[in-house]
C-alpha cells in the first residue's frame, strides 16, 4: 500500500531505527511491564546502533487492558512505522495485538508472554521464553520428585489467563506422573486484586495436600502465602515465574520464606557470556539484581536487532524472516533457539526463597 | 429599618426586579402583592441573599446586605419563612423548631420559646416527634412559621404564608401576625389574599412584572378601585 | 422538513461516503482503528443515552450488554477451526463449535441476546429508582463478567477469544453508526419517545398521564441493551481479541464520560462527543511517551496521560453542567443561526 | 464441617466483615448528607495506607506517629477532594455530580501511579497487631479483635455526633435543603466539608487497619474494596450508620461463608456481594434498614 | 348516574388513619368538593383514588370497574384524570409535547410503526397534534406551544396541568387545590372556567380546594373530612350552616 515507494525502509526517517515497546506501564500489570522496559532500555543502551544507524525504543502503553493495547500497537505500527516490537507482558495484551502485526506484516517478539495462542497460527509473533505447558510439567516433576508430593491442591487467579493455563497444564502434568487421576485434590479461584483468601485457603487444608500450587500474580500469591501461615497451615507453595519480583518478598516477608517456583534465568550461574555482560551492566546501573523477566526484555531487543543485522535491511518483512531463522544466539536468559511455532526452546530455572533472597535451587531442561 | 432602592435581579435572561425602590419602617407591617410571577418572591430571595441582585441596593439598620452572605442574616435578625413551607422532612417537628435556632447560645431562652411556639400552635406539640414530612401542608405551613420565630428575628418576612391552608387556619394566620407584631417584630409580608393582608398591613406595595406601580397605606389600597378590580375579585371587598 | 434542509442533508451524507471511501484507500489502519472506535462508540454512547439521558434511568450496566454482544458475536462469526484452537485447556460445548454464521445476523443475535438478558435484569431492577438502579446494574453487569470468567467451555474463561474475524471496518461500523442515529431520532421524536422524555421528567406524573411506567422503562432499557450488544460485537470484531477483564466498569465509564460530556438528552451531543472523546484519548497518548524536542528529551510520566485526562474531564464538567449540547439537537436552522451570529465560528471551522 | 473450623471461618468473617463495615461507614456518612455516592471513598482509602506507607519507610516515624500523621492529612484530602469535585457542582444535575465523582476516583488512581509508581508496595506491620495467637483451636491476629471494637467504639461515636450534637442536626438538615438551612443560620459549606473529613477520617482508619491485615498497598486497591463496601452500605440502607455496620458484617461473613460452604463457587466469590445486593433491593428497595421513602404527593 | 364510587375505603400510615372509611358517590356530570382542615386525609383519598396509593382497605369502583389497588396508568386509561397538589408538570418539555404526551395513553401504533412513521402512526400522531392544538387554544395557551413549561407563570401552568389531564379523554377530573397560589380575582376567573370545562368536555368534576368562594360557587354537593372521618355530606347552603364543619374548618363567617 502506501509504504510501497519508499522502498526498503518503513522507517521515515534515514537515520533511526525505531523498535516499539509494547507494555503495561500502567494500570494492573505496570510492575511486570516496567521490568521488561527496563531489559530493553539496557541492551539499547549497550548495544544502540545497527546497520550503522542509531536504534530508538519507541514505548506504548498498553495500560493493561485490551482495548487500549491493541491502539497502542497500531499507533507504534503506523505513526511511529516501527520495524519490530517487543512485548507484552501478559499474553492477553499480545494477542490483542497479534492481528495488527499479522496484518501489518511487523514482527513481535514477546519477552515473557507464556500463553500457546500468542504465537500459534501467527508467523509474525516469536518469543524468547518458554511455554505454560513446559512450565507446568517442571513445576509438577518438582512437586513429584523433588518434594516427593502425591496429592496437591491449586489456587489459581480465575481472570488471569496466564494462572488459568498454567493450572490446567500442571494439573495434567501431576496427574501424568502419578498415574493417580484424583492426584489434583482440588482447584481453588481467586480473582485479581482479592485480598482476603482466608476461606480458601481453610477449604484446602481440609484436604491435606501435600503441596498448594499457586500459580498468579506475585502480589496475590505473596499474600496468599502470608494468609496460610498466619491460620496455622503449614503446607509448601510452589508456583511460577511470575513470582520473581522484590516486592514478593517485601510483601510476604518471613512467610514466603521456602517458596519455590520456575523462572527463566538466574543470575548465580550465568549461562552464556551475554549474560555475565547484563549482569555487570544491570547491577551497575540498577544496583539490584535483576529479575527474570529483564533478562528476558533484553534478549528480546537483542533477537530483533541481531535479525535486522542478518536481514541487512530494515523492511519488516524481511527482519521478521530472521527473526524465525534465529537459532543458537546467546542471549542473557539463555541460548535461544526458536521452533516453527517461533517459540523459544529453553531450559528453566528453579529457585526459592531463602533469607530473603531468591536462591537458584535447579536448571531443568526442554523436553524434546 | 430596610431599604430596597433600584433593585434590578435577572434569572439569566429573565427579568424578575426592574428596578423596584422599597421602605421598612421598624415596628411596621408592610405587604407586598401582586400577580403570579410578578417578582415578590425574588425581593425577599435578593434581601437574604438567595437571589444575586444585579444592581441597587439592599440596607439593613445601615448595613449593606448585597455583602452579607445568606446565613449571616438571621444573625443580623431577618428571618425568611420561604415560598412552599421547605420544612426538613427528615428532621423531627422539635428539631426543625431547633434548627430555628441554630445561631442561638441561650439554651434557656430557647425553650422557653419552644413552650411559647406551642401555644401558638397547639397541632404541633401533639406531633412533636413526628417526621415533618410526613405532615399535611397546613401542618407544614405551622412548622415553618414556627421554625422562623424561634430565631427571635427583628424582622420576620413570609412569602404567602395562608398558601393552601383551610379558611380557619388562615384566620389564626392573620391573627398570628398581628400577635407577633405586637411583641414588637416587623413584618414584610407577601400574600395572594390581598384582602387580609392590606387589611392588617401598615403599609403596602403593589409589583406588576418587575416594577411598583402603587404604594400607600393598607386601607388606601383596599379602597382603591384598580386594586379591586385586577386583585381582590367581585365576591370580595 | 425544508426543502433546503433535504437538499443540505443530502450534501452532507454524500460527503460522508466520500470522506469514507478516501479514508479507506488513503488512511493507515491506525487512523482507521480510530475512526471505527468514533463510530462505534457513537452507538455505544446513543444506546446509553437512549437510557440514561432520554428516559432518566440511571443504569451503569452497559459493560455487561456489550459483553454479550462481543462475545456472541465472535462466538458465532469464529471458525470451528479457531474455536478449537482457542479452546485448548477445555474443549467447547459441542453446540457451539459448528455454528459460524455471516456478520450480520451475527452481530443482531448478539444484540437480541444483549436485549433478552436486559429483559429479564430488567424485571426486577427496574423497580428500583436513582441511585439504587444505579448500583444495581452496575451489580449485574460485574455479575455477568464474573459468570464469563468462570464459564471456561462456552467463553473460555480468562482466556479470551482471539483471531475472531476482523470483520468490522469502517463501512460497518459507520453503516451501523448511521443507522442507530436515524433509529434514534425518530424515535426520540415519536410518542413513545415523548413518553419516555415525560417519564425523566416527572414519573408520578407520567403514570398519571396514563403512561404504563416499567413498559416504557422497560423498552428504553431493552433498545438500549440491544444497541449496546450491537456495538460490543462491533467492537470485538474490531479488536479481534476479547477477554472478560475488558468489560470492567471502566468501559461503562467512558461510554457515561461521552453521554455526559455531549450533553445527556441531545443525540447531537453523544455524537460529537463520541468522536472527540475517542480521539482527544488518543492524542493525550503522547503525555505518556518522552518528548523529543530536540535539545533536551523529557521522559514520559506514565500515568500522566489520564491524569490529565481525568482532570479535564472534571473541569468540563464543572464548567459547562450539560455538556456539550444540553438537551439540543442540531438543526440547519441552528447551524445557519450560529453562523450569523458569530462569523468567527465559520473562519474557525473552516482554517482547519 | 467441624465446631472448631466453622469457628474459625466465622471469625474470618467478623474480621473482615467489620473492616468493610468501617468503611461502608464513610460511604453512608456522605452519602446521607449529600445523596451522593462518593466514588472517590475507596481511593481516599487507597491514599491513607500510602501516607502511612510513607511515613514509616521513608520519614522513618514511629508507626503510631505515622499513623497519627496519615488520619491528619487524609482528612484533608477527603475535604481537598469536596472543594475540587464536588463543591461547584451543588446544584447540578446528579449524573453530573456521580461523573465527577467518578472523575476524582480516577484521577486519585493516576495521580497515585504518578506518584507512587504502579507496582505494589508492603505496608508496614506492627508486631503487636500482627502477631497470631490461638484461641482454642482458632488462631488468629491480634488485629483481628482489634478490628471488630474500633468499629463498635465509632460506630456508638458517629451516631452520638449525627443524632445528638447541634453538628450533627445541621447535617442532616444541610442533606434535605441547603437553602433553608443556610436561611436559618447554618454554614452549608463547612457542615458538608465537615461531614467529608469524618467519612475520609474513617476512611483513613478502615486503611491503616486494612494494611496490617492484607500488607500489599498499590494505586487500584481502591477499587474492590470500595465498590464492596459501597455495597455493604446499600444493603444496610444507605444514609443509615447502623445499616452500614449491619451490610458490612452481613457481606463479610456472607462471603466466607460462601467459600465455606460452596467450594465450587469460589471463582464467583466477588459476585456474591453483587448478587446479594440485587437480592436485598428487591426484597427491600432501601436496604435493611433504609428509611422509607414514599414520594408524598 | 354514579360514575364513581367508594365504599369504606381506608389508608393508615403506620399508627395514623389518614382516612377512616369513606364512603364517595359522584354523579355524571355533578361537580363534587371535597373539603377539610388540613391534614384531614383529603389527598390522601385523591391518591387512593388515582391509584398512587392502594388502600389499605375499602372498594373503589369507576363505573362499573373495581379500580382498588390498580396501577395509576390503568385507572388514567379507564378514563379518570387528576391534577396534583404541588404542581408536576414536564417541566423541561415545550408546553405542547406535555399535552401531547397526555395521548400516548390511547396510541394504538406499536414502536416500529412509530419508528418506522407507518401509516397507522402518521395517521394517529396527526390527530393528536390536532387534538392537543385544540386543546391549547380552548385553555388560551396556543401562544405558548414552544415554550418549555418551566418558564410559564404560574397561573398558565395551573392551567396546562388541567390541559394536560384533559388530553387523556377522562370521564372524571381530580383537581387538588386548583386555586391554590391564585390571587382572588384569578380565583374568580378559575370557577368559571371550571364550570366552562365541564359543559365543553362533559365532565365530571371531584375537587379540593381551600377557596370557599370557589367551592361554594360551584360545587353541586361537598364532602367534608376532618381527621380522615367525613363529618358532613350536602349542598353549599347545608355545609355552611353545619355547625361541626364551622366548628373544625370554616369558622365563624367573615370572609376566606
Ligand atoms: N430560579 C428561577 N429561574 C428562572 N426564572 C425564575 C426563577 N425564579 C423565578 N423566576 C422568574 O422570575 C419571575 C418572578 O418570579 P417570582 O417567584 O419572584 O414571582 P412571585 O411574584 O413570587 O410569583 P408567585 O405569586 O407565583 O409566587 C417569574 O417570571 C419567574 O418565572
Ligand atoms: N406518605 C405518608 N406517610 C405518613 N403520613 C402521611 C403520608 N401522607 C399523608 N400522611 C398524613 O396523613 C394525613 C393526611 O394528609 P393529606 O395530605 O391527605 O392531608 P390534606 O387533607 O390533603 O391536607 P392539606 O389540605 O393540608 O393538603 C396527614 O396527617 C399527613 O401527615
Ligand atoms: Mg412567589
Ligand atoms: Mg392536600
Redo the contacts with the bound molecule.
Keep these: 500500500s502506501e509504504k510501497a515507494p519508499t522502498g526498503g525502509g518503513a522507517t521515515t526517517d534515514d537515520d533511526v531505527i525505531k523498535i516499539g515497546v509494547f507494555e503495561p506501564i500502567t494500570g494492573a500489570n505496570a510492575a511486570g511491564g516496567a521490568l521488561e522496559v527496563e531489559g530493553a532500555q539496557l541492551a539499547n543502551k549497550l548495544y544502540p546502533e545497527v546497520l550503522g544507524k542509531k536504534v530508538e525504543l519507541v514505548i506504548a502503553d498498553n495500560k493493561s487492558d485490551v482495548v487500549e493495547a491493541a491502539s497502542a500497537a497500531a499507533r507504534l505500527v503506523e505513526r511511529d512505522k516501527v520495524v519490530a516490537i517487543i512485548g507484552s507482558w501478559g499474553s492477553s495484551y499480545s494477542m490483542a495485538a497479534g492481528d495488527i502485526v499479522r496484518n501489518q506484516k511487523v514482527p513481535a517478539v514477546a519477552a515473557s508472554a507464556t500463553n500457546p495462542l500468542v504465537t500459534l497460527d501467527n508467523d509474525f509473533y516469536f518469543r524468547v521464553c518458554f511455554l505454560d505447558p513446559f512450565q507446568g510439567t517442571v513445576m509438577a516433576n518438582y512437586a513429584y520428585n523433588n518434594l516427593g508430593a502425591r496429592k496437591v491442591a491449586i489456587i489459581r487467579e480465575v481472570n488471569n489467563d496466564y494462572a488459568v493455563g498454567l493450572a490446567k497444564f500442571f494439573e495434567d502434568a501431576f496427574v501424568e506422573l502419578t498415574g493417580d487421576a484424583n492426584a489434583i485434590l482440588e482447584v481453588t479461584n481467586y480473582n485479581t486484586g482479592d485480598q482476603d483468601f482466608s476461606s480458601q485457603l481453610l477449604n484446602i487444608s481440609q484436604k491435606n495436600p501435600d503441596v498448594i500450587f499457586a500459580p498468579g500474580n506475585f502480589t496475590e500469591s505473596a499474600l496468599i502465602i502470608k494468609q496460610a501461615k498466619q491460620l496455622g497451615i503449614d503446607i509448601p507453595f510452589i508456583g511460577g515465574d511470575t513470582w520473581e519480583t522484590p516486592e514478593f518478598i517485601d510483601i510476604g516477608q518471613q512467610d514466603v520464606e521456602g517458596a519455590v517456583f520456575s523462572t527463566f534465568f538466574t543470575s548465580e550461574v550465568p549461562i552464556t557470556s551475554e549474560s555475565e555482560i547484563f549482569l555487570k551492566e544491570y547491577r551497575a546501573q540498577y544496583g539490584k539484581e535483576p529479575a527474570a523477566v529483564t533478562a528476558l526484555g533484553y534478549d528480546a531487543y537483542l533477537v530483533i536487532l541481531d535479525a535486522i543485522e542478518r536481514a541487512g535491511s530494515t523492511d519488516p518483512e524481511k527482519i521478521r524472516d530472521e527473526i524465525a531463522k534465529t537459532k543458537n544466539f546467546p542471549g542473557a536468559a539463555g541460548i535461544i533457539t526458536l521452533d516453527e511455532n517461533g517459540d523459544a526452546v529453553k531450559s528453566a530455572v528453579i529457585k526459592v526463597v531463602r533469607n530473603g533472597e531468591f536462591v537458584y535451587l535447579d536448571t531443568i531442561e526442554p523436553i524434546e | 429599618m430596610l431599604k430596597i432602592e433600584n433593585l434590578c435581579v435577572a434569572?439569566?435572561y429573565?427579568e424578575?426586579l426592574k428596578g423596584i425602590t422599597l421602605n421598612v419602617e421598624e415596628g411596621k407591617i408592610v405587604t407586598l402583592i401582586?400577580?403570579?410571577?410578578?417578582?415578590?418572591?425574588?425581593?425577599l430571595?435578593a434581601i437574604v441573599g438567595l437571589a444575586k441582585a444585579k444592581s441597587g441596593s439592599i440596607t439593613y439598620q445601615g448595613k449593606n446586605l448585597l455583602q452579607e452572605e445568606t446565613k449571616n442574616m438571621v444573625r443580623n435578625g431577618i428571618t425568611l419563612v420561604p415560598?412552599g413551607r421547605r420544612v426538613f422532612s427528615n428532621l423531627s417537628v422539635l428539631e426543625n423548631l431547633k434548627i430555628g435556632a441554630f445561631y442561638r447560645k441561650d439554651t434557656k431562652k430557647i425553650e422557653e420559646d419552644l413552650e411559647w411556639i406551642y401555644e401558638l400552635f397547639p397541632k404541633l406539640k401533639e406531633r412533636t416527634w413526628q417526621q415533618a414530612g410526613t405532615l399535611s401542608g397546613g401542618e407544614q405551613q405551622m412548622l415553618a412559621v414556627g421554625r422562623a420565630l424561634m430565631s427571635r428575628p427583628k424582622l420576620l418576612m413570609m412569602?404567602?404564608p395562608s398558601l393552601g391552608l383551610a379558611p380557619l387556619i388562615v384566620k389564626e394566620i392573620f391573627n398570628i401576625i398581628k400577635e407577633i407584631h405586637k411583641q414588637g417584630v416587623t413584618i414584610l409580608l407577601?400574600e395572594?389574599n390581598a384582602n387580609a393582608a392590606l387589611k392588617i398591613a401598615d403599609e403596602a406595595y403593589v409589583?406588576e412584572t418587575?416594577t411598583i406601580t402603587i404604594k400607600g397605606t393598607g386601607s388606601e389600597l383596599l379602597k382603591d378601585d384598580e386594586i379591586k378590580k385586577a386583585y381582590l375579585g367581585e365576591s370580595h371587598g | 422538513m425544508k426543502k433546503r434542509d433535504i437538499i443540505l442533508t443530502i450534501i452532507s451524507i454524500s460527503v460522508l461516503i466520500l470522506f469514507l471511501m478516501f479514508a479507506n484507500s488513503r488512511f493507515d489502519s491506525y487512523q482507521i482503528r480510530i475512526l471505527n472506535l468514533c463510530a462505534i462508540y457513537t452507538i455505544l454512547g446513543l444506546s446509553m443515552n437512549l437510557i440514561n439521558g432520554f428516559t432518566g434511568l440511571f443504569s451503569l450496566g452497559h459493560a455487561g450488554f456489550m459483553a454479550i454482544g462481543a462475545y456472541v458475536t465472535a462466538l458465532l462469526t469464529m471458525p470451528a477451526a479457531v474455536k478449537n484452537q482457542n479452546f485448548f485447556l477445555q474443549p467447547i460445548v459441542p453446540w457451539l463449535e459448528n455454528v459460524t454464521v455471516p456478520f450480520l445476523p451475527a452481530l443482531l443475535i448478539g444484540g437480541i441476546m444483549a436485549a433478552i438478558l436486559a429483559f429479564i435484569i430488567g424485571a426486577p431492577v427496574l423497580r428500583l429508582r436513582g441511585d439504587y438502579l444505579a448500583i444495581a446494574t452496575l451489580g449485574f453487569s460485574e455479575i455477568i463478567r464474573i459468570v464469563f470468567t468462570n464459564t471456561q467451555n462456552i467463553t473460555n474463561g480468562a482466556l479470551g477469544l482471539k483471531s475472531i474475524p476482523n470483520t468490522t471496518n469502517l463501512w460497518w461500523s459507520f453503516g451501523l453508526a448511521a443507522l442507530t442515529i436515524i433509529f434514534m431520532l425518530s424515535l426520540i421524536n415519536s410518542s413513545y419517545g415523548k413518553a419516555l422524555k415525560a417519564i425523566r421528567e416527572d414519573e408520578i406524573a407520567a403514570e398519571s398521564m396514563g403512561i404504563g411506567l416499567f413498559r416504557h422503562k422497560m423498552l428504553a432499557f431493552v433498545i438500549g441493551a440491544f444497541f449496546a450488544g450491537v456495538g460490543g460485537g462491533l467492537l470485538g470484531n474490531l479488536l479481534g481479541a476479547i477477554n472478560p477483564v475488558m468489560f470492567r466498569f471502566i468501559l461503562t465509564f467512558n461510554v457515561l464520560l461521552i453521554i455526559v460530556l455531549g450533553g445527556m438528552g441531545s443525540i447531537t451531543g453523544t455524537v460529537i462527543s463520541a468522536f472527540v472523546v475517542t480521539s482527544g484519548l488518543e492524542y493525550l497518548r503522547v503525555l505518556d511517551e518522552s518528548i523529543n524536542l530536540g535539545f533536551v528529551r523529557l521522559p514520559g510520566i506514565p500515568g500522566l496521560r489520564m491524569v490529565v485526562f481525568s482532570s479535564l474531564l472534571m473541569i468540563v464538567v464543572i464548567f459547562f453542567r450539560n455538556g456539550l449540547m444540553g438537551t439540543n439537537e442540531f438543526s440547519w436552522d441552528g447551524l445557519f443561526a450560529l453562523l450569523r451570529k458569530r462569523p468567527s465560528f465559520l473562519k474557525r471551522e473552516v482554517g482547519r | 464441617m467441624s465446631f472448631s473450623l466453622f469457628m474459625q471461618h466465622l471469625t474470618n468473617g467478623i474480621s473482615l466483615g467489620s473492616l468493610y463495615a468501617l468503611i461502608a461507614i464513610g460511604y453512608t456518612m456522605v452519602y446521607g448528607i449529600l445523596r451522593l455516592i462518593n466514588f472517590a471513598h475507596g481511593e481516599i482509602f487507597m491514599m491513607s495506607l500510602y501516607f502511612a506507607f510513607y511515613g514509616v519507610a521513608i520519614f522513618a516515624m514511629p508507626w503510631y506517629v505515622s499513623f497519627i500523621v496519615t488520619v491528619i492529612i487524609t482528612c484533608m484530602l477527603g475535604m481537598l477532594v469536596e472543594r475540587a469535585a464536588y463543591k461547584t457542582l451543588r446544584d447540578s444535575p446528579r449524573i453530573t455530580v456521580m461523573v465527577s465523582a467518578i472523575g476524582a476516583s480516577f484521577f486519585l488512581q493516576n495521580l497515585a501511579v504518578v506518584l507512587f509508581g504502579g507496582r505494589p508496595k508492603a505496608f508496614p506491620t506492627v508486631q503487636i497487631f500482627t502477631d497470631v495467637i490461638k484461641i482454642g483451636t482458632v488462631s488468629l491476629q491480634r488485629l483481628t479483635l482489634i478490628i471488630p471494637v474500633a468499629t463498635i467504639m465509632l460506630l456508638y461515636s458517629l451516631l452520638y455526633l449525627v443524632n445528638k450534637t447541634k453538628t450533627g442536626m445541621a447535617m442532616r438538615a444541610v442533606s434535605k435543603d441547603h437553602e433553608t438551612a443556610r436561611l436559618m443560620g447554618v454554614d452549608v459549606n463547612r457542615t458538608i466539608t465537615i461531614t467529608f473529613g469524618i467519612g475520609s477520617i474513617l476512611a483513613a482508619f478502615g486503611g491503616i487497619m486494612w494494611g496490617m491485615k492484607f500488607p500489599q498497598i498499590q494505586p487500584f486497591m481502591g477499587v474492590m474494596p470500595g465498590l464492596k463496601c459501597f455495597i455493604a452500605a446499600v444493603i444496610g440502607g444507605v444514609g443509615n450508620i447502623y445499616g452500614a455496620v449491619i451490610g458490612g458484617f452481613i457481606l463479610g461473613i456472607g462471603e466466607i461463608m460462601l467459600v465455606a460452604m460452596l467450594p465450587q463457587l469460589t471463582g464467583y466469590r466477588d459476585a456474591f456481594a453483587f448478587v446479594l445486593l440485587i437480592v436485598i433491593l428487591l426484597l427491600k428497595p432501601t436496604g435493611i434498614m433504609g428509611e422509607k421513602i414514599s414520594e408524598k404527593v | 348516574m354514579e360514575l364513581l364510587n367508594t365504599s369504606n375505603i381506608t389508608m393508615k400510615f403506620g399508627g395514623l388513619t389518614a382516612v377512616k372509611e369513606l364512603n364517595l358517590e359522584i354523579n355524571k356530570g355533578e361537580i363534587v368538593a371535597l373539603i377539610g382542615p388540613n391534614g384531614a386525609g383529603k389527598t390522601t383519598a385523591f391518591n387512593m383514588i388515582t391509584g398512587v396509593y392502594a388502600p389499605t382497605s375499602g372498594r373503589i369502583f369507576l363505573g362499573e370497574s373495581d379500580i382498588t389497588g390498580a396501577k395509576p396508568h390503568l385507572i388514567t386509561k379507564k378514563g379518570l384524570a387528576r391534577t396534583f397538589q404541588n404542581i408536576r408538570l414536564f417541566k423541561e418539555l415545550s408546553v405542547l409535547d406535555n399535552v401531547f404526551i397526555a395521548n400516548h395513553l390511547h396510541l394504538k401504533s406499536n414502536i416500529f410503526e412509530a419508528v418506522l412513521h407507518l401509516p397507522r402512526y402518521k395517521k394517529e400522531k396527526k390527530s393528536i397534534l390536532e387534538k392537543s392544538l385544540f386543546l391549547l387554544e380552548k385553555l388560551d395557551l396556543l401562544s405558548f406551544k414552544e415554550d418549555k413549561a418551566k418558564?410559564l407563570?404560574?397561573g398558565m401552568q395551573r392551567r396546562l396541568e388541567i390541559a394536560r389531564a384533559l388530553a387523556t379523554n377522562p370521564q372524571i377530573l381530580l383537581l387538588d387545590e386548583p386555586a391554590a397560589?391564585m390571587n382572588p380575582r384569578e380565583t374568580d376567573n378559575l370557577t368559571s372556567f371550571i364550570k366552562d370545562i365541564r359543559d365543553e368536555f362533559e365532565l365530571t368534576i371531584f375537587l379540593i380546594e381551600h377557596h370557599m368562594s370557589v367551592v361554594m360557587g360551584i360545587s353541586d354537593r361537598i364532602y367534608v373530612l376532618d381527621h380522615g372521618v367525613t363529618i358532613a355530606v350536602g349542598n353549599p347552603y347545608e355545609i355552611q350552616n353545619d355547625q361541626r364543619v364551622i366548628e373544625a374548618y370554616l369558622g365563624v363567617s367573615e370572609d376566606a
Excluded at chain 2, 34 to 43: D, E, R, V
Design positions: 434569572y439569566g429573565v424578575a401582586g400577580a403570579n410571577g410578578a417578582g415578590k418572591s425574588t425581593t430571595k415560598e412569602d404567602e407577601i395572594q409589583l418587575g | 418558564n407563570p404560574y397560589g
